[in-house]
């Protein structure tokens, strides 16, 4: 996801590039396991300070279910919007300081490329649910023999009462006793 900027940087501020996007994307974190390649299209426009990465971009992943823990696939769609600030002055070579705001993933290297990789890594991150679950009516799992819900309910007596609850249910039984 390496891309020459060099041109564009030449140019006044406004001027665009669009590029259609279709890359293996299983080398960039392993918590992240693609069942599909990423697509999408990118627009990189020249701004004042460098280069503006517009995109919307989709693949599919592979997440286990916070529920059932069964592995489903996850159709993910996400926006990229980044600005990529270069380190060599295009028109003199000159080293270009580094301000507090930059971060080394939105750098344009001294070959005048961008590095999407990381960028795109965080974006994934951030777009996958904190909680994922396989379906909306996920039935999850027997807290007490472990059996999944969503194949068929369980042999486990359910009628048992939790302990903390003991004491009330002790009191109901007095109550409810004929004196």
């Not at 059932?68 to 028109?91: G, M, N």
């Not at 369980?154 to 409810?176: F, M, N, Q």
Request: include cysteine; hydrophobic fraction near 35%.
């Amino acid at each position: 996801m390496r891309y020459n900027v060099a041109q564009l940087l030449k140019e006044q501020s406004g001027h665009t590039r669009q590029y259609s996007l279709h890359e293996d994307i299983s080398h960039l974190d392993p918590e992240i396991v693609p069942l599909s390649a990423l697509d999408g299209d990118i627009q990189l426009i020249r701004s004042a300070d460098g280069v503006f990465v517009l995109g919307e971009l989709h693949a599919s992943l592979e997440l286990t279910c916070a529920r059932c823990l069964v592995q489903f696939a996850l159709p993910l769609k996400f926006s990229l919007e980044e600005e990529f600030r270069p380190t060599i002055d295009i028109h003199t070579g000159a080293t270009l300081p580094v301000t507090a705001d930059d971060e080394a993933a939105t750098r344009i290297d001294a070959h005048h490329e961008i590095d999407l990789s990381e960028v795109v890594r965080q974006d994934i991150l951030l777009a996958i649910p904190p909680r994922p679950i396989c379906r909306t009516k996920c039935a999850g799992l027997c807290p007490t023999c472990g059996k999944n819900w969503n194949a068929g309910p369980c042999d486990c007596k359910t009628d048992e009462i939790d302990p903390r609850l003991e004491k009330l249910k002790e009191l109901l039984d007095e109550k409810e006793k004929p004196q």
